[in-house]
Structures are given as C-alpha cells and as structure tokens.
C-alpha cells in the first residue's frame, strides 16, 4: 500500500498509490523490515547536526547504516522550493553531512520541464517502506514519480524514476536525471578527473570525497550526460541525465540509478560504485618509502585519461580499487612525481612499490623588523622550466598548492628540485621580501624574511566581517586554518559569518595562542534562495539562527533586532549575480524605493566591495556611486570592505579590509559591542592596499557631523612600498571635487597628504578615494587587482541648524549628539 504525507504530517491511504478518496492510516514514526520512516518534530535533527538542512515537517528515513531526509510541504515560497528534495544524507546521525540536496530533472526533446509538487508518499508493499516523490506538469499530462529507496543496513539509496505519460502522443526523447550539489570540494569522474571549469562530458559514475565521507552517483545501465556548474566561489553541484528513449501514449518508462554514502575516501566509493556497474575488480595497493608528508596516487587509462585518484595515508600506505585491465600510475609528492605500470587482475591485489622522490629543501624564518618572529604567508611560483610546487593536496593551513601560512614565521618545505620565486608576506601594512632560490635533493636553500611595519594605523582596527570554514557547506577550510590566515594577513579583528550557521572561532585563536593579536566575534550569514545574504554581528552562540526560509527581509531584520540587539545587519554583495539583494528586491538608488513586495531598507551597511569583485573596478565604481546615491536621498549606511574568503588560495582573507575607529585598538581587549557602535555610526574606511586617515576641521573623521559651511579637509594615504599610491580625490555630495596631483612611487612608508578648502553653501557629505594604477601583482600574482581606499562618509552641518539634510532627501535628518 501507499501512504500519502499530507501537510501537517497526517498519513493516508492512497488506493492504487494515486492520489484521490484517502483513507486515515498509521501515523509516522513507521517502522518495518528494519528500516524507520519518521516525521522530524519541531526541533527538527538532533544537535549536532550543524549541517544538515533537515527541519520541522520534514521526513526522516533510517536503515540502520544510512540516513537522509526528504524535504516536506509548509507554508512559504523557500520551503516550498525544498519540498520533495533530498536534503540530507549520512551515515546514521547528522553531524557529518556534505550534501546540500538533489533535485530530480526531467526533460523532454531537449528542455527542462516545470515540475509541480504533488507530494511525498510512504510506499509499504514490498521488502520495505520507501518514500516515492510525485511531481506533474501543470497540464498533467506527464508525471514523474522518484522512488528512495534504502534497503537494510544498506550503504545506498536506489532512485527509481517512473515516467508516465498521461497525454496521447509519444514523448520523445526523455531524459532523466538529477541535479545535485555537494561543494566544498571538487566533484571527481572517471575520464573526466576533478573538473575546474563548467563543462560537459560522459561519465559512468561521480564522486565527492569530503573531510569523513565520500558520495557517489553511479549509473548502473551505462553512462550519462554531466554538467558541471561552477559560480565565482568554485563547483557548486552537477546535473546528471541519462536519455531513456521515448514514452508512448499511456505508458510508463522507469529509470534506476544509486547514490551512495560511505566513511573513507574516494577509494571506498569506486569500489562500491564499480561493484553497482557489475564490473569485475581488483585492487593495486603498495606503501611509498620514506612515507612522504602528503602524496597522491592516481590510476590513468591506456589513453592517459583519469580512472581514479586517492591520497595516501600518514604512513605512505595507498589502495586503489580498479576495474580489470591495464593502467599507468602516477605519484605526485613533495619531491616531485613517478609513474609505473600495472595490469589489475579479478579480485586480486597488485603490490606496487614508490620510492618517493627526494626532495630539497627550503628553510624560512620570518621576523619583524625587532627581531620578533611573525606570522606570514608565503607564496612560491617555479621558475620556468620549473613547474609551481604543490605543497598539500588539499586546504590545509601548513600547505595549499603553492601558498604556506606560518604561525610561528619559520619552517622547513618539502620542494621538487628546481628554481623557485618566494614572496613572503604579513598584509597591507608591512613590507613584504621576494627571494629567487634554487634547491635540489642534495642541497637546500634558506631565507629569512624581515617585514618591517611601514603604515601606522594607530586608532583604528582592522576588520574582515565576512569570512566563511568548514560550517560553510562551500567551504573546505577548518577553523584553524581560517585563525591561521588572517593572522598571517594582518587582520586584527574577524568576524565569523558562515551560511545560516553561527560558528565561533574563540577555541582556534587560543590554540594559536593568538588572543592578543586577534579578537573576534561570532557572527552569521543569512542565507537566503529568493531574497540575498545577510550579514548579522556581532550575534550571541545560543541564539537561534535568524528565519531564511519563507520568510521576508522585513522579518528577518526583525528577528536580528530581536534576537541580536545592537548588532550590525550588513546586506553583502548587493549586485552579485544571482544573490544579490539590491537586485532582488530592484533597488532604484536614487529614490531609495525597492519595487518587490516584502523587500527592507532598513538595514545598516552595505559590503560596498567583496573579495571576489577585486578584478572588476567597473563594478566597484558602480558599487560607490549606487552607495553615493542612497547617501544623497537621506540613506544612512556604513560602507564596507570584506573579503568573503572561502578559500586559502586565490581569494585571500583580509583582501579588501575594514578599518574601524575605536577607542581602544587592541585586538585582545576590544569589545564586539565597541566595533559594532563603530560600524552603524560609520566610524570606518574600506581598504585593498592604501591606508586612508580623513579629517575635518582637524578633529572630525568618517561618520562625523560638523557644523559651519567652511571645512579643511585633510587626506593622508598611506602603503607600504609594493603597493602603488597614484592619487587621492575628493568627493561631495556623488560628485568628484578635487584630485590630487599624481604621485611618485612611495618608498616604505610613503604617504600622500592632500588638504582641500571647501565653503559648503548646502548641507553636504564628503568621501575621500584613494587609488593605484598598478597592479599589486606580487600578492596576487597573475591577476590584476589595483589598490584602492575610500572613507564614509563625513557629514556637513553648512546652516548650522542642528539638522542634517542630504542634497535630494525630503526631510531633514537630526544630527546625533554623538557626532
């Protein structure tokens, strides 16, 4: 029989598994042939289960190895949207989930069909209880019902998909399918290897290896058609469509595929999935001696092309389950890379012995200009012919491709032999040194970096509010790492703002015992499908996380202010594409006036530059002239400068920067509630290289009022020697005043001072800008990213009447006793 899930988590019987008269049935949990099917109550999954999306009405089924959850019906566009899809998938409890969800996809002769939730329905004939997904064209004339089924103490979901075409012509061409996401770490196929750029390609099955479990999609009546998407953060999910022919009238067409779950890595996957294809195995395992501090063995086809890659365990110890036939071997370690040949026997294992290639050496020691040892990062690029090194595999903190972060600015890398270039850094306000070095298996190489303090930045603080770990489902970085980072980054004060899920990074900065040099605050990115991201800091460890299902941003303000009083709602990356809030909601700036119902303005800054817009300073350009605009009708916001780092590669911590004006700067000692005031008061300036210190009237900065029409503006722009410091403009009211005459390329420490005389008629704002004309190409090399620095604001009483009125806004605005 089949029991339909209603909303409100009823149970009914469905006569001939249709929907029409039900009949009242068992309630949830149901348990048979040792699999339970179970309604999550109000709690939604145990604690714990940080990742899991699982919650409230949605449904819950265990095998006894395997658990995964459906979404379920309630009210609101969001939860709607989740209705009906995998959710989560893991090995008994939650607190290890990296999939984010799978979605079933049907087309036909070529375009994807618009599927309606029916709803979700317990199947209890056969072996055991299952869930079946019922989805219908609006018409209805085609339906797509997807069976999940997990067998006891199974380690696999089977999906099985039944197409029926109720109309009266043939369907042609129907494919069918799924679109999944599990970033965080690159998808892997056979032939295709870990893809890097969106592409197509045909592949028997997928992988995913996570930090504790893999995941495989394996197509069991031959290979499918993949997609890989990837957005501007990395590999965002895959869709997967097999072409199953055509439906005649009043038939029905099934598809079966599985998905597997398994605790290892992408080895005990293929095994599982190549046992799925009915291949016949075996296994090439070996040891690399002398175990090496990382290697990779990866199995390529008679044509070169990749079959499997796995990493070795501590003790250089390696397995590969492979399908029989020939391959060619491939070892890459830290002194560089071997191959062999092997022929792969039914279920036997091949011994396969690597002699780890030596490698050289290369000792660095990093200290301030008094002698005291300092944290850095350093970045090392081959020499052609020389290859850039890989130094880890994975993300990791001692070693992520060819960049190492150091806590205790000293080491020892592992290189293969060869010519290198060694840029040592520790952020914006310090020099940085580059060494050309040569090491091979007999001799090393040593350096030691002095990095010198060359821009002061005494009263203020500087702040990176958006920063994504490992509790980012698209992110791989633990929380030591991302510690790690902006400590090698300068950054003096960091905010942790992962997706929908408030992480604490207090236990990572005293295991570096770091409390001195880092204060932090926990904090939240408010994840939504429909509206944008949010950020909300400072935001307290016991609070719920704000609503971002079915709800609108006038509600989850409200819950911030309700939950977090006092902390800043930051809207991030308004105009990125597909997730940006000011593109949602239709913002026209220069009315202030958003044209979608539900949309808020009333929130306190805005991330006027992220990380990722730094190669684009036409969209940055846009960016502050759309802020200058919400400034002129009366629009209060504090602009800010994040990083939004995902990663440890590439997109750098602390890249751009905020500094805030505090009373007490100390890392260790400032409070959150202090750095929070600063920012909704607009007490900061956005930094990507420059330093910028305004004043007004000699004692009046960034978020201050003055009073009297006549003001000396006073700009000083500081950077270190590597960072190009062209000019600095004056800016009132959105439009540019003054600019100042070009400069020379400053030495360490240079700055450039500007002092400009307004006589203000108008209430008015002034911004100070500061840019470069080069690249700073030694910290992001092969890109071009120019430096630049802006201020808030500083307002303009010119009447002298206590009221603030910007240029084009209707009323007056009080001027704050504070200011």
Known sequence: MTVFLAAGLAAYLVAGGHRGTLTRAPKLPYRAAGVTVSALPAGGLASGAEQAEGSAGDFLVQNGRLSFVIGGDAPGPERQARHGVLLDLALKDFRVDELVDLRPVLRVAGKTLQLNMVGVSLVTEGKFPFLRIEQATGDGRIELTTDFRAAPNASKIELVAHVRNASAAVLRS?????????????????????????????????????????????????????????????????????????????????????????????????????????????WVEGRI??????????????????????????????????????????LRAPGGEDDSEVSVLPNKATVVKFVAPVPGRLKFSVTDADGAALAARLVLRGIPPTKDPELGPVEQGSGAKNVVYSRAGAGELELPPGHYHVVTSHGSEYELTEHDIEVDAQNGASIHSVLARSVDTRGWLACDFHLHAAPSRDSSVTLSDRVLSLLAE???????????????????????????????????????????????YPYPLRAPPPPYSGVTPVEIFAAVHARAPGAVIQVNHPRMPGVGYFNRIELNADIASAATEGASLEFDAIEVVNGYDLESPQLIQQNLREYFALLNVGRRYTATGNSDSH???????????????????????????DVARAVNDGHASVSNGIFLSVLANGNSGPGDTVTGSRVTLEVEARAPSWVDLSRVEVWVNGGLFSTSPPMAKPTPGGRLVWRVELDLRLD????????????????????????????????????????????????????????
């Open 764 to 819: 008015s704002w002034i911004v100070a800008v500061a840019r470069g004309d080069e690249p700073m190409r030694q910290v992001f090399v092969g890109r071009r990213v120019l430096p630049f620095a802006f201020s808030n604001p500083i307002f303009v009483d010119s009447d002298e009447n206590g009221v603030f009125r910007a240029p084009e806004a209707p009323e007056p605005v009080p001027v704050p006793s504070s200011r």
């Open 174 to 282: 129907v494919e069918v399918g799924e679109r999944t996401r599990w970033p965080g770490a690159p998808s892997f196929a056979p032939r295709v290897g870990f893809p890097r750029l969106t592409s197509r390609a045909q592949v028997p099955w997928i992988g995913r290896q996570g930090a504790r479990l893999s995941y495989a999609l394996v197509f069991p009546r031959g290979p499918v058609q993949a997609a890989f998407f990837f957005d501007i953060v990395g590999q965002v999910g895959q869709e997967t469509l097999a072409e199953v022919g055509d439906v005649p009238a009043s038939a029905t067409l099934d598809y079966r595929r599985e998905l597997i779950v398994v605790e290892g890595d992408m080895g005990r996957a293929a095994e599982v999935a190549l046992r799925a294809l009915g291949q016949e195995i075996g």
């Open 289 to 330: 001696e002398p175990a090496p501090a990382w290697a990779v063995v990866e199995a390529r086809f008679a044509d070169g092309k990749p079959a499997l890659t796995v990493r070795a365990d501590r003790e250089g110890f390696f397995t590969l389950p492979l399908a029989v036939g020939d391959y060619q071997l491939a």
């Open 490 to 536: 300068g950054v003096e004060y960091a905010v942790s703002t992962d997706h929908n899920h408030i992480t604490d990074y207090t236990r990572a900065i005293l295991e570096h015992r770091a409390k001195d040099e880092l204060g932090t605050t926990p904090g939240i990115e408010i994840t939504t499908t429909t509206w944008g991201h949010f950020n909300a």
């Open 647 to 673: 990663r440890l590669i590439i997109n750098w911590a602390g890249y751009p920067r905020t500094y805030v004006r505090v009373a007490d700067d100390k890392p260790g000692s400032v409070r959150a509630e």
